[in-house]
């Protein structure tokens, strides 16, 4: 059973290192562009869009506080119930703002 347990660990450093160096070379080569990144997807596009800004941020600090959690425990972090309905409400937010862009910009029939 310990040898499996090896072997997988081994395969899961294998699979994500790979995942990191396939992002990480499309990020270089120009074909992840950060562009535009939090933009409105509307017709205009002109304006930021809140919603995409604290997404961003909310998914940034979870991750920052597993990552902190992990370096320092050496173990992945059993994660509390209020930071997910955070994340989860902060997801919640944006998909609300999308569907109800959506809604405004769609011409009815």
């Known amino acids: 059973m310990e040898l499996l347990r090896t072997i997988a660990r081994y395969e899961a450093i294998i699979l994500l290192s790979a995942l990191g160096a396939v992002i990480v070379f499309k990020f270089f080569s ?17 304006a930021v869009s809140a919603a995409r800004v604290q997404l961003l941020l909310f ?3 979870m ?9 320092e425990t050496r173990t992945f972090p059993e994660i509390e119930t209020k930071y997910l309905l955070i994340l989860g409400g902060s997801h919640s937010v944006f998909l609300g703002a999308k569907g109800v862009l ?6 009815p029939r």
Not at 30 to 46: H, P, V
């Open 30 to 46: 120009g074909g992840i562009t950060m562009r535009n990144l939090l933009r409105e997807k509307t017709g205009t596009g002109a």
């Open 102 to 107: 959506s809604l405004l910009s769609s011409e």
């Open 63 to 71: 991750a920052f506080y597993v990552l902190s959690q992990v370096v």
């Open 59 to 61: 998914t940034l600090a």
